[in-house]
Structure formats: structure tokens, C-alpha cells
């Protein structure tokens, strides 16, 4: 669509003999915040380092606000992007207070002073304006790297597993803090992260990336509800496989007849959610052997083992103390199953 | 705590790393390290020109003597600093030795005497009517023993040489985890295997590291061995070179000084293990205990005692004492300042050149690792092994034939001392550099800065430290600079180091003391400033 704030056309690119990006499609709408979630490895740095101008595709286009940056006769140098970043590190400058970071990129015609007060006041931070960067928190630095980035008023921002220096307690509320301000400002931000519980829980779109290829790309109820195939399945959350027949919308497994999401004939892998697969503790057929419980406080995860050998997992709230390990059961899925034609 | 996580290197394995550098950062670095080894090369020219008389010249009876010499010397000086460095270091390390923090600057200062200092102050207290000669009455003797030849040379050395060892086992001491040994001996280990399984794996890098230090600087140094006489490499070279017309029994002399030195330094690499040795732990290590000495701390401060005293206190006696002797004599003791202004005016020169040199080098070895950058700074560090009288030498020949105007210019000498002292430059530059994330550089690039203006506001600024230590660090080997200065300077170029190495040629040993004391007091403050840079940047990280 042409009212993208951040396109990209067919990026590819290698090092050498290893093959980090091929043929990235990326269309994101202004204002959106995207995550483009892979594992590590998996190419998604080199895209952002592409569109940031720090990579130079091997082939493929790229455009910001409707202008063209880089295709095959254009090259556009980072600094004239008007793009920000904010770096996994924080690449905050040590020898700059925080106010002069965050005034860095202000360009001179703009009035300096209040640009880097506005920017305190949106991140909190004016009480520390004088300080340096090693003498704050992390999350304060996270702050300010994301204040820094902003602070030119750029088209879009990019944020590079912006939460994994992060020690765990304080990830979640500055998760929540950084989505706000980047709400709050109306920017088109994009970032990159191998957390898939991140990605769901903050974007309005997730990229799923791998081998270099964005697989998949819609919201993140989509992607977990009708993934694109058994590996993005396996990848978002947890997932059961079973092997099976699909008859239009039947499907036959080793759990009897299960509805399908999709019309398929032919052999299919089937998938179901943890939290879609029940456990009825005094059912007719009590055929699934529960192997291991694992307690996690809000919800436990029980494994079961079917009669072929397969092993399948259920989620279920509260209740710990119900199962026993060895104990049989008899289990059921509640939703439609998704197939993927094997 | 710091920012976390930044360092230039903090994935080595990414493969974007391995992207090409600008074609004017290659050439231009690479045109540096080609610059350092045209000495080298000249000097295979030169040598090779001899023809069938280079085995004649190198199979000599006086050149045998000459390699048994500087070989013998290397032996024992590497020996017994590497002896009294480790002692040393572990005492104030690891024991409880009474005031070790002094002890450990104390034993450290030796370090700021230039060599020839140390041989002038030798000869200085031995001499017939020196500063020990009454004390030599008292035992009946009517003159000192003479100290020339291999026992002075090998003293002399030793005293100025230990704080080599001394300083990286000191390091190396302190970076070692005492969780290991502890682990250890939870196992059941008894002390002595400890040391042997433990300690000394981990110890080893860092005596070998400063014993190979000592015994690249024994083998290269010029001003003990000539003032003492004992006829090693170095010595050999110039006298050949001041009293005969033929240029290639020096030659020779110096391509077979190089070799050795290139075979210690290949021994040195064949014995150090491979094996990476780590702490147990992530953060700072916890202290380890320290061994009480109880009544071992006397002999213990004895040696340190006496190490002192004959390291430190005896030139500065000697200096003080000659002065005096100068001063009640009438001597005139002071030549003027021109040796002064010359010493400062070579050592900025030399610093600011060689800095500006290391810095594009530098560049290449951090952010562009790969071959090119390997071999540019492997030549750049070609310094390090080439002696300076065969760099000195190389370099007159080549101008006297080829660019007499040249010949003892002020710029040949400079140039010298660039080849020379650019690895002490690499060395500082190159830390600091790796401590610049490049993720800071494209901050700034992403920022809506050009390259240059990031480069200005950001790189150099973080830089500023290391560059400063570089300059510093040059500029006092520069001023200490013997043989360099002795053959390459203009005509009428007197430094605080020819004067004091002519004083004493001519036994006029109260006009050396003068400048002596200037050169050291120099030396002594350049070294605080560049401890007391180091000590702040440790605080910083």
C-alpha cells in the first residue's frame, strides 16, 4: 500500500557465504508498532540495520515516508534517514551529560533547549538531566536512549531488543512504559526481539522472521491463533502436534474427530494450544498417562503421553494437586484444531 | 555501573564485522607499516650486498665472542629479573609485608632510569675517587673493584629490567581467582600442589610476557653495555661503525642481532600455552588471602631494602654526589639549556608523529579485523623486536648513499624515532579504541551527523585519554633515547642523552650528573602522570 510510513521491497543481503536477509517484504502503516520477532540468527538485526542505513542491501529497496532511500541507483547516508534508534546496548555517549545526549541531534534551526525539556518531561527524566549516563539505571538509560531518538522528530524509530538488558522485574514495567510513550508520540516504531511473549503482548503487528525471510506478518492475535506453518507454530507459544486425516472440515487423530479451522483431504499435521487441550480426569476413555506436572503459580502445565508414545501438554489454571503423576486420564480439545497438509 | 555491554568487540563472530575498510584507511595504514620495515629491508639490502663475506664476517672468531656475549647476558639478566620480579611481586601481592603499597612503588621507580643512567652511576660509585671509594678504604683496598665488562652489565640491567616482571606478574597476580584455589582445596589438594596445578597455569602468561620484555630490552639495549664495555651486539655495532670505513661487518652484526632477537621472540611464542584461562566467577574477584610471613618478613625487607638501595638510591646518590664534587671543584656544570630545548623539541615531535601514525593503524586492527589489518599491525609492531641501532644504522647508511640531504636532518631522526616507539603509541591508542563502540559512532551517524562531525564530537573525545597516554609514553622514551639520537641527530644536536653518554666517555662525570638529574626528575613525572591517567580510567570503568 502506498501510505506506508517504513516499505521494503525484496532486501537481500549476505556476508560472505552466510545469507542474512532474503527477499524482505515489510509494509508497516503509520503510527503501528511492529515487532519483527526471530530467533537469534535469524537476519532480523541485519533488517533493521538496513533500513537504519548502517547495512548496505545487496539488492532490494527501501522507503521512508514515500521517499526512496536506497534501490539500485540510491543511496541514502544514515544521517539524512531522519530515522531514529535506540540500540540494544543503549549506545548512550559517555562523556555527554543526559541533556546534551538527547540534544545531540537536534538540528540547530530548532529551538535546542525546549526540544531536550520536552523530552525529559515525556520520559521522567528531569531531575537528571546533569547526570551522565553511568551514573543511571538501566531503565533510566533505556529512557534516555529512547528520549535521544525521538528528540529529532524522526519519521520512525527502530528499537533493537530495547528490554534484554533488562533484568527481569524491570522489563515488564518498562515494556509498558516505552509502549506508552511511543503511543503517546504517534511515532512508527519498529523493533526487533526473539521473545515471543514481548512481541504479542506489545505490538499491534508481529513480523515473524526466519532464515532470513519474514514468514509471517499480521496481528499478534493471528499469528498465534492461524500461524503460517508447523514452524511458526512451534515458534509462538507452546503447541501440540499430532499426525491425522482431514476430510473437509474433519479431522481423525489419535484423539478421534476433531473440527478444523480450514477445508483440507489428505494426511495433516494437527495443532492445538496447550490451553485448548482438556484434561477429564473420570471421562469414558482414559487413555493419555500424565507424565510430569510443572506449577507455575497462575496456571501448571501437565504432560501427557497417549498410547502410540506421542506427548502432548495441557494448560490449566490454578488447581495444583488434582493429577498425580501416573495417573490416566481422558482428554479433549475444546477449540478447532489448525492442519497443516504434511 | 557503566553502560552495559559496550564494547567494540562484543560480537567478534557477527559477521558484518568482517566488512572491507575504506580503501584510503587500507592504503594509508598499510602505507605505515610498510614505512616501520624499510629499515629492516634496507639493512637485508645492505647485508645482502656483502655477498660471499657475510658468512666470512658472521663465522668471524670476534663475532662468535660477540653472539656468546649478547647471548650469555640475555641469559642471566632475563634470570634474575625474572627471579627478583616474581619475588617481588608476590611479596607485595600476596603476603603480609610490612608498608607493601610502598614497597610496590618503591621497586617500580628503577623503571624511570634509562640504562646508561643506571651504568653512570655505577661507574660514578666505583670509580677510583667515586662515591664508595672511601668506603672501599675502610676495607683496605686502595680502588674499587672494577665492575666493566659482564658483572656490571649484568647488574646494571637486572636492577633497571625486574620491574618489567614485577609489574605483569603483579597484574597477573591480582586478576587470579582465589575461588579456583579454594576449589582445590576443598578437593583435598595440599598447598604445594595447589601452586603447581593451580598458581602457576594461571601465572605463567604474565612472567613469560616480562621475561620476554627483559630480554628483548638486554639484548637492544646500548647504553649499559657500551659505558660498561662488555662487547655485546649492540656495543659491537657502533664501535665497528665509529672506527672502520667498512659498512658491512656492522651490517652483518645487525641482521644477526635481529635474527636473535626474532628467535626469542619465536621460542617465546612455542612455549606460551594455548589454553584460555578464565576466572570462576563473573565480577570483580574477592581479595584472596594473604600468606603471613612472621619472621620471613626481615630477610624480606632486607631484599627489598637492598634492591632499593642499589636501583634507586645509589644513581641518585651518585648524581648528587658528583654534583657536589663538581660544584666545590669550580667545574662549570651546566652546558646551557640548547640540550634541554632539543630533548623536549624530539620527544614532541616524535610523539605527535608516531600518535598520529598509530592512529589510522589502530583503526584498521580494531573495527576492520582480518588479513590486511593483522599484517599492517604486525609490521607497525615491528618496532618492538628491531633494536635501535640497527634501525639507527640501516637508516645513515641508506642516507648517505641515496639522500644525503637527509643525512642527520632533523626529519630522518624523527622518522627513526617513529619506527622505534610507534608500538608504545599502537598499544595505548588501540586499548582506547576498543573501549569506543562503534554502535556509539553510528548513534551519532543516526543522530543526523556526518561521519566527521561524529568523529570530532564523539570518537576523538572518548579517545583523548589513550592519545594522551600514547604521547606521554613516546615522548619519555624519546627524551631516554640513546643510540637513535647518537648516530641520526644533526650535527650540534645535543639532548640530555648524548651529553650525559659524552660526560662520562670522557670520565667527566660531574658534567653528566646535571643532566642526568633533569632526565630523571622528567622521567619521574611523566611516569606519575601517566600511573595516576591509568589509576583514573580504572575508576572510571
Known sequence: MSGSAIQARCLCKRFGSVRAACGVHLDVAPSTFLALLGASGCGKTTVLRMLAGFVRPDGGSISIGGQTVVDDTTWTPPEKRRIGMVFQEYALFPHMSVADNIGYGIRPDQDRARRVAEMLDLVGLQTQRDRHPHELSGGQQQRVALARALAPEPAAILLDEPFSNLDAALRVRVRSDVRDILRHTGVTAIFVTHDQEEALSLADQVAVMMNGRIVQTGPPHEVYRAPADRAVAAFIGDANFLAGTAEGRKVHCELGELIAEQDHHGPVEVMFRPEDLLIIPFGEHRTATVTALQFFGHDQLIHLRLPSGATLRSRLLGAPGAYQRGQQVSVRVNNPAVIFPS | ?541
Request: proline letters at 7%.
Open chain 2, 1 to 541: 555501573m557503566a553502560t552495559p555491554g559496550l564494547s567494540a568487540d562484543a560480537t567478534p563472530e557477527h559477521p558484518e564485522l568482517r566488512r572491507r575498510a575504506p580503501i584510503g584507511l587500507r592504503l594509508f595504514a598499510g602505507a605505515i607499516g610498510l614505512a616501520v620495515l624499510l629499515p629492516l629491508v634496507y639493512l637485508l639490502i645492505r647485508a645482502g650486498e656483502t655477498g660471499h663475506r657475510f658468512w666470512d664476517i658472521a663465522g668471524r672468531d670476534e663475532t662468535l665472542h660477540v653472539l656468546w656475549n649478547s647471548a650469555v647476558l640475555t641469559l642471566l639478566v632475563t634470570a634474575s629479573s625474572t627471579v627478583i620480579g616474581v619475588v617481588l611481586a608476590w611479596l607485595t601481592v600476596r603476603t603480609d609485608l610490612p608498608g607493601r603499597t610502598t614497597w610496590a612503588v618503591i621497586t617500580c621507580l628503577p623503571l624511570v632510569l634509562p640504562s646508561y643512567v643506571g651504568a653512570f652511576a655505577l661507574i660514578g660509585a666505583f670509580s677510583s675517587n667515586g662515591l664508595l671509594a672511601p668506603l672501599f678504604a675502610l676495607f683496605g683496598l686502595d680502588r674499587p673493584p672494577r665492575l666493566y665488562g659482564l658483572p656490571g652489565a649484568w647488574l646494571t640491567l637486572t636492577l633497571f629490567s625486574y620491574p618489567y616482571v614485577m609489574l605483569t606478574v603483579r597484574s597477573g597476580l591480582r586478576s587470579l581467582d582465589p575461588a579456583l584455589a579454594d576449589a582445590a582445596r576443598s578437593l583435598g589438594h595440599p598447598p604445594w600442589r595447589i601452586a603447581r596445578d593451580i598458581t602457576w597455569p594461571h601465572l605463567k602468561p604474565s612472567v613469560q610476557a616480562g621475561s620476554l620484555l627483559v630480554a628483548l630490552y638486554t639484548l637492544s639495549d646500548f647504553g649499559a653495555v657500551s659505558m660498561l664495555q662488555f662487547n655485546s651486539f649492540t656495543r659491537a655495532i657502533f664501535v665497528y661503525y665509529r672506527t672502520s670505513f667498512d659498512r658491512s661487518a656492522p651490517a652483518v652484526l645487525a641482521l644477526m642481532l635481529v635474527a636473535l632477537t626474532l628467535l626469542i621472540l619465536w621460542i617465546e611464542s612455542r612455549t606460551r600455552g594455548s589454553a584460555k584461562l578464565y576466572r570462576a566467577g563473573v565480577g570483580a574477584p574477592r581479595p584472596a588471602s594473604r600468606v603471613p610471613l612472621r619472621l620471613w618478613r626481615f630477610p624480606a625487607l632486607l631484599a627489598c631494602t637492598v634492591i632499593t638501595l642499589l636501583g634507586l638510591v645509589l644513581p641518585l646518590a651518585v648524581i648528587a654526589f658528583w654534583l657536589l664534587q663538581g660544584w666545590t671543584a669550580g667545574e662549570p656544570l651546566w652546558r646551557g639549556w640548547s640540550m634541554v630545548v632539543h630533548s623536549v623539541q624530539a620527544g614532541l615531535w616524535a610523539a605527535g608523529i608516531t600518535v598520529a601514525a598509530a592512529l589510522p593503524v589502530a583503526w584498521l586492527a580494531v573495527r576492520f579485523p582480518g588479513r590486511t589489518a593483522r599484517l599492517t599491525e604486525k609490521a607497525a609492531y615491528a618496532g618492538h623486536a628491531l633494536p635501535s641501532i640497527m634501525i639507527a644504522l640501516s637508516l645513515v647508511f641508506w642516507a648517505a648513499r641515496y639522500a644525503p640531504a637527509l643525512y642527520q636532518s632533523f626529519a630522518l631522526l624523527i622518522f627513526a624515532y617513529a619506527c622505534r616507539f610507534l608500538p608504545e603509541a599502537l598499544g595505548s591508542v588501540r586499548a582506547a579504541l576498543g573501549t569506543v563502540s562503534p554502535r556509539l559512532e553510528e548513534a551519532g551517524r543516526n543522530l543526523g551527523r556526518g561521519p566527521w562531525s561524529v568523529l570530532a564530537s564523539i570518537t576523538l573525545p572518548l579517545l583523548r585519554p589513550g592519545l594522551l597516554t600514547g604521547f606521554a609514553l613516546v615522548f619519555l622514551t624519546t627524551m631516554k633515547e640513546l643510540p637513535l639520537t647518537l648516530l641520526l641527530a644533526p650535527t650540534g644536536f645535543d639532548t640530555l642523552a648524548t651529553r650525559i653518554w659524552s660526560a662520562t666517555e670522557d670520565a667527566l662525570y660531574a658534567q653528566a650528573a646535571a643532566p642526568a638529574l633533569v632526565l630523571v626528575a622528567v622521567s619521574g613525572i611523566f611516569v606519575g602522570v601517566i600511573l595516576n591517567q591509568e589509576e583514573q580510567d580504572d575508576v572510571y570503568e
